[in-house]
């Protein structure tokens, strides 16, 4: 009998969920794909598991913040601050050997919305990631030495990768040209001269402030138990407070309808073009509608351009950058000319396109386009850290980890009338770069 | 008689032993992913043939002997399909990938897939765009990182391997659509066996057998297994000793920027030279260059000096000769500061020789082989990670055997090896910028370097290059 009762006991508290969590939400958004949303009941901390039987685990936690939420004159901090999370915090002093030790990939990105750090390790090694990610939420070690260096490392990132190459240079510039309030006018990198500007104290304050359990979501992909993750985060992230957060609130974009049209001179060895519009916000009604169009219109290897301008020898590549974000934003088309094809024979041959691809539009091409879209999410789905991206961006630019499930079911039901309609409405913000190489 | 039957008998053999292995992830996900390795690369004793191979994948997008580039796009289209194919310098690698529903008929996928392979649509008109193509792509890659990178390759090689084998920008006007039907032939067309890494479900594998039975015309079984044993090793060719020292400073000149590049480069023991794995060579590019952020090379120009954002080490080997080294791209206020570091801290012998047989750094040394480790098992947890290993291990890079025999070199062994690298050792260290600022720098801190200087537009040009030579 005593045995029997030890045996219960013992079941009972393996099976038991940590009493400090709630859990909010369970689906299966996919075959096979169970996910579990809990919230942390000390701190308002959001969590999803998603067990899986691999070998390795991904680890991600996702950030409510981006470089939309800097201060005035303190451009680029958001990203820079992304930097200093890699320069240890105090159980975890030497962050990269942890992360190197484990043998794990690892990497963060910043975006206007969100940062969003992650790994992947051996299964093992999960107890230790979430030790580590907890103690660098909130025992950073941040000091001018440490920050003057990420500066100059982030200096030279921004010369590298948005003065010099011709494609960044124009991702920099081209929201600047056309937006006039908005916080998206800037992108993650910054301006320089707020670069220059900015101290550890600024970001110490931006850290206690953001870096907060309130504003994370952590996200588990891989073999684990429920029980076993939960008690490992209880552990590790439960004694955390929540902070008060407070955001700029950023102005609203004035509708405009006339062209703004600039020529900008780069590093580049032939021409290149970008033409913009406003594109919808993620949960606006036409953001399943405005992604389709724009991969219609723009992808490289089954849109409309490539047929008109690549084939024809005008351009030699072409893309379209459209996936939406929190608020309304901008989709653009990239084209880079042939050489020797003048600015003005690219343009004609753009605007040529855009009045003949309604026309160019049936039903098969977009049954074609949603096969490839399709594919492309499954296959995202494959792995851990895949999963990981995908429910971490969902989460914090929806609310609903399932948003990018949803968006492709919508996307089944959008017709070519939907398409043509959308592609109608490509007349908010518009705005055309050219890049000319230097010397010309 | 025996001629015939000798023929005969070689024809069966071969015929034979064309199978197909395939190393089969299973993954509930309904996208069938498919690689082909093929030992093949665009390595060849003939500049233009390898411009060829190189060129490859380009001709192959064109389409089918019957179906035009749009329509091939839109035959492979109907199923969500892609298929790539690139060439490295010792191996290829065919890829498919489409999303899998099991009432679907994929017979024109096969037909389709099977046609491109073996009657491409080798054209006049598809082989003039794809020339013009290359060429606009070429001048267009001309970036920094991509200079330094083919300056400091080819300058290293000898001047025989240079002239036979390196295809260069003048090299596009003498490739012919007969080249890129004997690369297909002579290299891929083969009846060897096959070798292929899968991920889907299950009940996809007869699919892939179909696929892959009909495109690459394979006679013999068709073997599904997780993990296989390695390829054949190839044999090792060269040593270092074919190759002399020198020293040479590189100054590619481009005036106005504000972000020079900078790259040191020196010849290191062949990839197939397996004592590289007991030497301090090995140790010493571990820990400086192999390990990424938590190398000796991030650590010092990125972690301590914040001299650049961007460090890569590098060791590419090619067909004779291997080369490591790393490109760092400091600001031009930070230079002088960059050339001290190199010239005092990274020169490689100066490290090896001062830091490798502390006892921290042979501790360091077998954790880093532990993380190496742990790597590995998230690698071999695909089976395209699996496919890579093995593809390392038929060059003879595979660690695992030199793991279970692990030992820090000794003393004698370790002068013994510096001895053979600095006597052989090449070294060049390449600066993109103006050269009125960089050369009196490169007189101060590199003073027994050989000063060579380039136009920024010569890079792609041969002639410039023969000018380097040692």
Redesign the interface.
Known sequence: MLILSLLLLALSCQTRMPSNFDLEKKSEPF??LKVYQYKLKSNNMHVLLVPKE???VATAVAYDVGSKDEAKGRTGLAHLFEHMM?RGSTNFPDA??N????????NAFTSRDMTVYYE???KKYLSEVLAFEADRMRNLIINKELF??????????R??SY???PIGKLYWQLPLFALDQHNYRTGPIGHQKDLDAMTATDAQNFYRQFYAPNNATIIVVGSFKINEALTYIDKSFGEFKAEKIIRPTSPVEATRRTLRKKTIRG????NIMVDAHQSPAILDKDAATEALTCQLFANS??GYLR?QLV?K?IA?SVWGSCWPSREKFLSMFFL?A??KVSTSKLEKAYLQARKTFPDWLDQKKLD?LR??Y??GR??Q??SNQGIAIDLATSIVSTNDYEYSFKLLEEMQKITIEDIKKRFAAWNKLPTRMFLIPEGR | MLLIITTLLSLFCSVAHADIFVDHEK?????I?VNVAFPKGYASNDSVLSGAATLLPGILKAGTSTLD??AY??AL????A?VDFSVGNLFSNWSL???YFEERDYSPLIKVLSENWNSPRFTQKEFN?LI??S???A??S???DYSIMNSASRSLVSIKDFKLKTFMFEDFDLITLNHFKKVLASKYHSKQDLWAGM?GPDKAKDLVAKILKSTFKKQGKIHFKRNYQVLKKQKAEVTLADYKASKRLLIVHKKGR??NVMSYFSLAPKAFDLDRWQTTFDFARFVTID????SYLWDQI?????????VHGQSPFFYRREVAGFTT???ST?IEKAFALIANKLLPNTYFKSSYITELDKKLWL??W?????????S??TANGRLGQRRSVALGLNSQNQLKTLKMPSQSQASQFLKKHSQTSLKLITVVGDESKIRPLAKKYFPDFKILKLGYKDILSRKSYVKLRP
Not at chain 1, 148 to 157: H, K, L, P, T, Y
Not at chain 2, 291 to 294: I, N, P, Q, V
Not at chain 2, 370 to 378: A, C, P, Y
């Open positions: 075959p096979g691999t070998t390795v890699f990269k050997q992360l190197a030790s484990w043998g794990g990939v690892t992947v390790t051996p003057d260096i990420e500066r100059g490392a982030v200096v030279s990132e010369k590298l003065e010099d190459p590093k580049s060895q032939h290897s089954v047929y084939e020898a030699q880079q042939y050489p074609r096969s490839y399709l594919s499954w296959e789905l494959r | 993954d509930p996900i309904p996208v992913e580039r749009k796009d839109e289209g109907d199923f969500a892609s990938k489409f999303p765009k013009a193509k060429k606009a792509a001048l267009s001309l970036n920094d991920v504000q972000q390990l990424g952020f938590e990125r972690e301590k000096n914040g001299l650049a954002y961007s791209n400091p600001l930070k954790s880093r532990q993380s190496f480790e742990n790597r590995k098992i998230i071999k947890s």
